[in-house]
C-alpha cells in the first residue's frame, strides 16, 4: 500500500475516533477516547510527513493522559510552554504554528475547563487544527475538524438544554 493512501486510510480511523470523542456529554469518557484519538493522529501525521503535527498529536495524547488525573492549572501551562517551545523550534514556517496553537487551546481547556466552557475552547482549538489539515493535506483530518465543530456546537447545545431544564425542575416549575 502507497504511504500516501496509507496515511490517509489512518486519517479515517481519525475521522471515526474523533466522531465519537466529542460527542461525549462525560468529561472523563471524552478525555479516554481523545487520547486514543491523539495517538491514531499521531501516526496519521508521522504517515504525512508532517513532523511538527505529529509532535503535537504526542502532545496533546500526553496531556490528556495526565488531564484524565490531574486537573491544574500549572500542568497545563507546563504542557503549553512544552508545546510552544517545541513547535517553534521544529517548525520550518510560520503557518506549522497551526497545530501547536491548537494543541495550546486544547490543553488550555482540557486541563482548566468542563463542561459547555470546555467545548467551547475545544472548538477554537479545532477552528486551528483546521487550518492546519488543510496546509498538510489531511483529507480525514480536515473533514474531522469541520464534522467536530459541528458535533462540538451540538453537544454544546444539548449541555445548554441540560443545565435548563435542570434549573426549571430546581425552581419548582
Known sequence: MDNAILAQFVGFISFGLGLSVFYQKNDKRLKILMLIFNLTHLLHFLLLGSMVSALSALLSALRTTTAIFISSKKVAVFFIAISLVSGYW?????????????????????????????RIGFLLGASCWLTNNILVGSIGGTLLEMTLIAMNLLTIYRLYRQQMKSMIKQSGY
Not at 95 to 118: E, K, N, Q
Open 90 to 118: 521544529m517548525a520550518e514556517h510560520w503557518w506549522d504554528m497551526w497545530s501547536v496553537v491548537g494543541t495550546a487551546i486544547g490543553t488550555y481547556s482540557v486541563f482548566c475547563l468542563s463542561g459547555i466552557v470546555m
